[in-house]
């Protein structure tokens, strides 16, 4: 079963604008790690969050999590086009070291 | 450069040929796992390997084998491939010296069809 369940499942913006997505998760877990995906192809990681941190930053991304509502957010700031991808969420579970639970994605479309 | 590989990146096979899929990192990483992503079902685990000669199953094991006999390598094996394994597959691997999980490498996909 899946363990992050991504919210929307697609996502269609304007360059400029800020695009958010939600993930839920079930279990306790070690960190949140957020990751990319163009069209099929490979995994680009783009942040990983820990279990007793609140937020953080990267760029034009800013990560939040709370543990106590087993959520988290991936915000990005100013889109661009070339932001057009699938978004991931993957929890590393406390009882299940190293094992990435994912979940479905968002699809994201940026126009110019 | 730090990086996970895979070979090869794409493939297309008959059911019941036998085939591998190979993955190496340069990390030095003890922990090595395989997934595969199939349209709306994110990635699922297929097996790990905590270190050589450790492996163990993942969420969807069945029709694959691993071997795991040098730390850097971790090939993944299908027996008897069958329609239902076409899927895109990932090796990752991720440093657990420190005890604490930390970022997992991705390698960069092998898209495998099976007809």
């Known amino acids: 079963s899946q363990q992050g369940e991504e919210d929307p499942q697609a996502l269609s913006i304007q360059e400029g604008e800020n695009a958010t997505m939600n993930c839920s998760y079930k279990?306790?877990?070690?960190?949140l790690q957020w990751y990319r995906q163009n069209s099929g192809r490979g995994l680009v990681h783009l942040i990983l969050?820990?279990?007793?941190?609140r937020e953080k930053h990267s760029g034009r991304l800013r990560v939040t999590l709370d543990t106590s509502k087993k959520s988290s957010s991936l915000l990005i700031t100013a889109s661009r086009a070339a932001d057009t991808a699938s978004y991931f969420c993957a929890t590393d579970s406390t009882d299940s070291w190293g094992k990435l639970q994912f979940g479905a994605g968002t699809q994201v479309v940026v126009t110019p | 450069e730090a990086q996970v590989t895979q070979n090869p990146r794409y493939l297309i096979t008959v059911t019941g040929k036998k085939l591998t899929v190979t993955c190496s990192q340069n990390m030095n990483h003890e922990y090595m796992s395989w997934y595969r992503q199939d349209p709306g079902l994110g990635l699922r685990q297929i097996y790990y390997s905590m270190n050589v000669e450790v492996t163990d199953k993942g969420d969807v094991p069945e029709g694959y084998k691993v071997s795991r006999k040098e730390k850097r390598n971790f090939p993944l094996i299908l027996e008897s491939p069958s329609p239902n394994q076409t899927s895109l597959y990932f090796c990752?691997?991720?440093?657990?010296?420190?005890?604490?999980?930390?970022?997992?490498?991705f390698g960069p996909g092998t898209r495998l069809t099976v007809l």
């Open positions: 279990t306790s877990i070690n960190n």
């Open positions: 969050i820990r279990s007793n941190e």
């Open positions: 990752a691997s991720i440093n657990s010296g420190t005890g604490v999980p930390d970022t997992q490498y």
